[in-house]
């Protein structure tokens, strides 16, 4: 790309262009005649709930399969094994504190 077509992209002297001050924000470049954005709430984004009861049940599915993974032939205290059980007892224990969170909130799921 050269200089002056990028230059032309670049809008700090663009006139189609104007700078504005944002707040709490850093200083922008918006079109000439709009509004910059203030705040941008999360659900703009993206997804942002609870996986609810299937993805609960996902994570059970998946705590079995690492706990299959402790039958075989190697000894039950190897390096692929201590990580097996070491995932699979955080993972219950997010699933216990999750339980523990619905079963005492009044909105629970």
Do not use: C, Y
Not at 74 to 80: A, C, K, Q, V
């Amino acid at each position: 790309m050269t200089e002056g077509t990028h230059h032309s992209r670049v809008a700090h002297d663009n006139p189609a262009t104007a700078r504005v001050n944002q707040p709490g924000r850093e200083e922008g470049v918006v079109r000439a005649g709009s509004h910059p954005v203030e705040h941008e709430r999360p659900e703009d984004w993206g997804w942002h709930g609870e996986t609810g009861k299937w993805g609960r049940i996902g994570a059970v599915v998946a705590l079995g399969f690492l706990l299959l993974m402790l039958a075989g032939n190697e000894p039950l205290i190897s390096t692929g094994h201590v990580w097996a059980i070491t995932i699979t007892a955080l993972g219950a224990l997010v699933l216990f504190m999750d339980w523990r969170r619905r079963k005492n909130s009044w909105r629970s799921r």
